[in-house]
């Protein structure tokens, strides 16, 4: 006796989604712990894969979220440092000056 492959589940035919959402947390982790230019990288890779998933009409994956948000926070640190880094190398320049 043969039966036949399995129908829909009880919410419809699950939906495939893209792939890339391991690969965005990776990086975000990796931005936010080891080297802060990784998170550019995460946060661009996490919004391809969001429009993806929108494109699709599938909820992203938790991991992809998760990094993408590392990606955002690591980003804005380096912006953060290189601002302080240049206002105190203007002090700096300022101070000499004054001498």
Known sequence: MSYGP???GPFGPMQ???EGATTVFVLGLLG???CG???IFAWIQGNDY???CRALGVEPEGLAVAGRVMG???TILIIVG???FI???ALGVMSAGLR
């Open 6 to 8: 399995p129908g829909p």
């Open 16 to 18: 495939p989604k893209p």
């Open 32 to 34: 936010l712990l080891v």
């Open 37 to 39: 230019i990784l998170g």
């Open 50 to 52: 969001m429009n993806r």
């Open 72 to 74: 955002m926070i690591a």
């Open 82 to 84: 290189v601002v302080f």
């Open 87 to 89: 206002g105190m190398m």
